[in-house]
C-alpha cells in the first residue's frame, strides 16, 4: 500500500491559499472533478491509458455514491459493495477502505458539489509485462470522479411517470457469465435496450432473462406493487442499494416486500410501478409498452417511498458528513 494511499490525505489542489482565503487562479473543480493518484483535477482533465484492459476488455468495477445536501448517503453500504467487487474480481489496486474514503473526502470537498453523483473504479491496468495476456501482470488503477448529481430518469419524466419499454431483441446477459452483483461496464445489453426504447418512443428499457423473469435496466432496479405488496426480481440483478433503501422503508412503513421471481405476465399486472438507483432514488414508471399503470401518473404508494427515500438521506445515521474547506 502506500504510495497511492499517501497522496489520498494531502491536499491535492491549493483551492486556498495560505491564510485560507480562496485561490481564484484554483481550476473551477464545480462541474466535475476526478482523483487520480493522490492527485485531484478537473475532471476533464483525467485520462486512462488506451491500452488500460478497463478499457479495453471491460475489466472494470465500479460503485456510485450520491451526496445529498452535503453528505454521502449510506456510505458504508457502498464501500462495502464497492469492495466485495474488487475481491470477486481479483482486483487490488493498493487502497484500503480509509484510503478509498478520504479520497472520495477529498474529491468532493475540492469539487465544492452539495448534490453530486461520485463514481469510484477501479481497472485491471495495464498489463506490465510486454506480450502477456495474464491478467495477473496487469497493475490494477482506482480512480474516483464527481459531477453534479445526475438523474437517471429526467426529474421533469419522472415528475409524470416515465415511459418504459420491454427489451425484445436482447435479453440480460446470463449472471452465468457476467455476475450482475458486480457492478460492472458490460452494458452491451442494457445499451441495444436503449436503443430499442429510443426507437419505440420510450424513455428507458427493461430487459427480460432467459425465462421471460423482469430482470432491471440500464442502471436501476425495478419495483412492481400489487395490492400494496412490493415485489423485486431475486436473480439476475445487481443487488442496488437505493433497492435495499426502499425494502428498508417498506419495513419501517409496515410494507410487505417480496424478493422474487418475477415474471413479466405479472408485472403487467401491476398496480404501480417504479424504479430504483442512486441517481435519482425512487422514480415512478407510468406505462410499460403500451400499457397505462396507476392511470398514468405516479401511484400513491410510489409517491409515498420516494418521499421517504428523501428524508431517509436527512437522518445523520444515514449521512457521511463532507468537510468542504471554509
Ligand atoms: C447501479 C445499478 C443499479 C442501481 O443500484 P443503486 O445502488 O441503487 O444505485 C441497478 N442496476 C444496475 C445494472 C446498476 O448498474
Not at 494531502?10 to 484554483?26: C, K, M, R, S, Y
Not at 493518484?37 to 482533465?45: E, L, T, V
Not at 450482475?180 to 428507458?204: C, I, M, Q, S
Request: hydrophobic content about 40%; aromatic content about 8%; glycine content about 8%.
Amino acid at each position: 500500500m502506500v504510495q497511492q494511499n499517501s497522496g489520498a490525505t494531502e491536499t491535492p489542489i491549493d483551492a486556498q491559499q495560505t491564510d485560507g482565503t480562496p485561490n481564484h487562479l484554483a481550476p473551477d473543480l464545480s462541474t466535475g472533478a476526478a482523483w487520480m493518484n493522490g492527485r485531484i483535477m478537473p475532471i476533464a482533465d483525467a485520462s486512462v491509458p488506451l491500452n488500460d484492459w478497463g478499457l479495453i476488455h471491460s475489466d472494470i468495477t465500479y460503485d456510485v455514491v450520491p451526496v445529498l445536501d452535503g453528505a454521502f448517503f449510506r456510505l458504508p453500504l457502498y464501500l462495502d459493495r464497492f469492495l466485495k467487487s474488487m475481491q470477486a474480481l481479483r482486483l487490488d489496486p493498493d487502497m484500503d477502505r480509509p484510503a478509498i474514503e478520504a479520497a472520495l473526502h477529498g474529491l468532493v470537498a475540492a469539487s465544492g458539489l452539495r448534490k453530486a453523483y461520485v463514481a469510484m473504479v477501479t481497472t485491471r491496468g495495464v498489463n506490465m509485462v510486454a506480450g502477456s495476456r495474464d491478467p495477473r501482470d496487469c497493475k490494477n488503477r482506482f480512480f474516483a470522479w464527481c459531477v453534479p448529481y445526475i438523474h437517471v430518469i429526467r426529474p421533469e419524466i419522472a415528475q409524470t411517470g416515465a415511459h418504459a419499454h420491454i427489451a425484445r431483441t436482447v435479453a440480460r446477459i446470463p449472471s452465468e457469465s457476467v455476475d450482475p452483483r458486480v457492478k460492472n461496464y458490460h452494458w452491451g445489453d442494457f445499451t441495444r435496450g436503449l436503443f430499442e426504447a429510443k426507437d419505440a418512443g420510450a424513455e428507458t428499457a427493461i430487459l427480460l432473462d432467459a425465462a421471460g423473469n423482469v430482470t432491471e435496466g440500464p442502471g436501476f432496479n425495478v419495483f412492481s406493487v400489487k395490492n400494496g405488496r412490493l415485489i423485486t426480481p431475486d436473480s439476475g440483478v445487481l443487488e442496488g442499494i437505493s433497492r435495499r433503501t426502499v425494502l428498508d422503508i417498506a419495513r419501517e412503513h409496515g410494507i410487505a416486500a417480496e424478493i422474487r421471481p418475477l415474471p413479466l405476465s405479472e408485472f403487467m399486472q401491476s398496480d404501480e410501478i417504479f424504479v430504483t438507483t442512486s441517481g435519482g432514488g425512487v422514480a415512478p414508471i407510468s406505462r410499460v409498452d403500451n400499457r397505462v399503470f396507476s392511470n398514468g401518473v405516479p401511484g400513491e404508494i410510489t409517491n409515498a417511498i420516494h418521499r421517504a427515500y428523501f428524508e431517509w438521506a436527512t437522518r445523520p445515521e444515514n449521512r457521511t458528513e463532507i468537510a468542504y474547506p471554509a
